[in-house]
């Protein structure tokens, strides 16, 4: 009787464990001077890089002090840019001419297996060291661009994951969130 009852412990505690890390990543290629422009013919800087589940990912050119916007959403309705003006690195160093490059934006997925956020590697140099920097974005997603919003930036990519997993779980809002959304249309 006494063993009966731990296995069923166990299976409950299993299952608790098993149910709180239900998200998992899917990962996307990404490499900026392949992506599409979207208005060729106006030059706006808008570079359409690739869908997951009805939201577009792509990003617009800024001035080179300000960095690209990171856009996100239904493309065709509206979407969500957030500017990469404000980084900072895992010491702490603020990143200068914040930049994208040829790697991979990761999608973070609900046991629906649909995007709940999404995380982008950005680069730069250190203000006052001047090496080279690294650090993650990450952005809460909503079908509806007015609750999509940035998190904030993350050293490590379990950290950015941590991040957005706390979006899912209602820890952090996008009510909460210090940069409110731009929406384009």
């Known amino acids: 009787m006494r063993l009966l009852f731990c296995a069923a412990a166990l299976t ?4 608790i464990v098993g149910s709180a890390s239900a998200q998992t990543s899917a990962y996307m290629d ?3 001077e392949t992506c599409d422009a979207v208005n060729p013919d106006k030059d706006d800087g808008l570079f359409y890089c690739g869908t997951r589940d009805n939201f577009d990912f ?4 800024g ?3 300000d960095g690209p916007f990171i856009t ?3 493309w065709s309705k509206s979407f969500y840019q957030e500017t990469v003006d404000h980084a900072q690195a895992s010491d702490g160093e603020i990143i200068a001419f914040p930049g994208l490059r040829k790697g991979k934006v990761e999608w973070r997925l609900d046991k629906n297996r649909d995007p709940f956020a999404l995380i982008v590697r950005i680069y730069g140099s250190g203000v006052e060291t001047y090496r080279e920097l ?7 997603l909503d079908s509806d661009p007015t609750k999509t919003c940035y998190l904030g930036f993350e050293a490590t990519n379990k950290g950015a994951r ?3 997993d706390t979006a899912l779980s209602k820890e952090i809002t996008c009510d909460a969130a210090v940069y409110k ?3 384009g249309d």
Do not use: C, K, N
Request: aromatic share 16%.
């Open 162 to 164: 941590q991040l957005a």
């Open 134 to 140: 690294s650090s993650l974005i990450v952005l809460s």
């Open 72 to 74: 996100v959403g239904d």
């Open 12 to 15: 409950v505690a299993f299952f």
């Open 58 to 61: 792509g990003f617009e050119l």
């Open 63 to 65: 001035h080179v002090r």
């Open 30 to 32: 990404f490499d900026p």
């Open 181 to 183: 959304p731009y929406l």
